[in-house]
């Protein structure tokens, strides 16, 4: 009797074989991006498939160890991290995955680049995108508040494309005292000739190796104790390679981003600088969320897209019942839902990465600017629960090897975890959605803008008329839920970001549905938003229509 082995999944070796990617630089980039772009970002998958899995399973193996001590006692407070760890970060250096985005040599495209570099890069990263995420949020500090020495020599290393001279940057906003809530927070920032002095626990710290940080304070004087916190840049070492005043407490012990060091530290009399105006930190900061929660969103999108492409891989080859997994009616039915989401959230991820490249460049319009504003929160939350949701459903397309560790799956699910949580919770994001809402003024101009581009893909067929019915009843609902007080909308406020995402999501799929010519190609497509809008939209009716899994998996 012979043995039987199974085979596990192999990436494909084309950077088209994703599909989400494949449609976005066919049907919305301007030709001479796509044209200019394309062999970079395929040196960058070839990398990303053969080179980095390899790096981050044994960043994975290797994970960050904190040394207190020298052998002769003294307090050295070193964080090891393994060599593949620092071979991952260097990649992300030469391949601009934080860089490209401030060149600007496609102008407000260039935010997209960049974005699609990160996408590529990240889900064989081992989180290493985590310090470019960071790394991305203070350059963009750094080039709208920064003073001539800041500007002049640390951005430059935060936008180096050369290993040696990159730094990358931490972000040390949570306290013992509060996570998303920073109003809480108890370090305090002593002034001195040359700038400040800080003092205070910070309990979550994550990219604890990079050579800088960011990281919010109060001023104390003996006047008293500012009410407002300012932001404050720290460089973590002195010449000699020691800490300046920081003392590790530990390593955070996770369930996921187990190469990630995040540490617990105690700032005894860090010297740090201010950046931007004293008291307007939370403001000031505001630039490196709107950069550093589309890095999550991009990172979700990623992670659908990459156990999409495995769990397809492998059910080509699994055979069960006397066919492929593939052939199986009820798992075609599967893989077509994961790829209609993983539609929805690259299309979610990238229309928010193109107002933000808009913006950065000062080409943004005033409605767009709000539509960024409310669009940011609410793809970053959808994308992070659409993330676990995928995640969960790749590793049971494996049966019981999606549960092995050796296999490398387990991993996914683990890190796609903390996409829900970092940047703000979901429940914390929603009620940022409220606040960006207002007085109700840039509520109108988001469904307005909406609005506008729904009615540009003409005559509606049933889908269309699904998404205008959505759009008119949503833009009426808050209004309805604030006549009953103010709880009443907050208690709502989650269901309100979903119903956001899931209708701009079926408006995007409507209009890439709808571009380039007949065929096949676009019969997918459609395929694609059909199901999207009836899912998610229409929430019903019950069934699948019998040839749209070979539709949506065609090609």
């Not at 920064?146 to 931490?170: M, Q």
């Not at 927070?185 to 979550?204: C, D, I, M, N």
């Not at 494996?398 to 560790?405: D, H, I, L, M, S």
Request: aromatic fraction near 8%; hydrophobic fraction near 40%; charge should be negative.
């Amino acid at each position: 009797m012979s043995s039987f082995f199974q085979q596990g999944p192999v990436l494909d070796g084309d950077l088209l074989a994703d599909r989400a990617l494949a449609d976005y630089l066919q049907l919305r980039l301007p030709v001479d991006c796509k044209s200019r772009w394309e062999p970079g970002l395929r040196q960058l998958w070839r990398r990303a498939r053969d080179e980095m899995p390899t790096l981050a399973a044994e960043a994975e193996r290797d994970p960050p160890e904190h040394v207190p001590y020298d052998p002769w006692g003294r307090r050295i407070d070193r964080i090891r991290v393994s060599e593949a760890w620092r071979q991952l970060e260097a990649i992300a250096a030469e391949e601009g995955v934080v860089a490209t985005a401030f060149e600007r040599a496609d102008g407000a495209w260039s935010r997209v680049h960049q974005f699609l570099r990160l996408y590529l890069y990240h889900p064989s990263s081992a989180i290493a995108s985590c310090p470019m995420a960071m790394t991305d949020g203070a350059a963009r500090v750094i080039e709208l508040y920064g003073d001539g020495d800041l500007r002049e020599r640390v951005l430059p290393r935060l936008l180096s494309c050369e290993p040696e001279s990159f730094w990358t940057a931490g972000q040390w906003m949570t306290e013992r005292s509060g996570g998303s809530d920073v109003s809480r927070s108890e370090t305090v920032a002593l002034p001195e000739e040359q700038g400040y002095r800080l003092h205070g626990v910070k309990w979550f710290t994550s990219a604890t190796t990079s050579q800088v940080a960011m990281t919010l304070a109060r001023v104390k004087e003996r006047g008293g104790e500012d009410e407002k916190l300012s932001l404050f840049f720290v460089e973590l070492r002195d010449a000699d390679g020691a800490l300046r005043n920081i003392q590790v407490n530990r390593l955070k012990d996770k369930l996921g981003t187990r190469a990630l060091p995040t540490a617990e530290l105690t700032l005894a009399g860090t010297p740090a600088r201010m950046v931007g105006e004293r008291g307007r930190g939370v403001a000031t900061i505001s630039s490196i969320l709107n950069i550093t929660r589309l890095y999550n969103a991009c990172c979700a999108a990623g992670y659908i897209g990459r156990g999409l492409m495995l769990a397809t891989d492998y059910a080509r080859k699994r055979q069960a019942f006397g066919r492929a997994l593939i052939d199986q009616p009820l798992h075609r039915e599967t893989l077509a839902d994961l790829t209609v989401e993983h539609q929805a959230a690259f299309q979610l991820v990238f229309e928010a990465a193109r107002l933000l490249g808009r913006d950065e460049c000062g080409a943004i319009s005033e409605d767009e600017a709000a539509v960024l504003r409310l669009l940011t929160p609410v793809v970053k939350l959808y994308t992070g629960k659409q993330a676990v949701a995928a995640c969960s459903e790749v590793l049971e397309a494996f049966g019981g090897a999606g549960y092995v560790e050796d296999t490398g799956l387990p991993s996914l699910l683990r890190d796609a975890q903390v996409l829900s949580i970092w940047e703000g919770t979901t429940n914390v994001l929603s009620l940022d959605l409220l606040r960006a809402m207002g007085d109700g003024e840039a509520w109108q101009t988001f469904t307005g803008f909406w609005q506008a581009r729904l009615s540009a893909l003409g005559a509606g067929d049933e889908s269309l008329n699904a998404l205008a019915d959505e759009l008119e009843a949503l833009a009426r609902w808050p209004q309805a839920l604030l006549a009953e007080g103010e709880a009443r909308l907050q208690a709502n406020a989650r269901q309100l970001a979903y119903r956001i995402a899931r209708l701009v999501a079926g408006i995007l799929l409507a209009e890439q549905a709808r571009a380039g010519d007949e065929g096949p190609a676009r019969s997918r497509r459609e395929a694609i938003a059909g199901r999207w809008i009836r899912q998610h939209v229409m929430r019903g009716p019950a069934g699948y229509p019998a040839d749209e899994a070979e539709r949506i998996l065609s090609l």
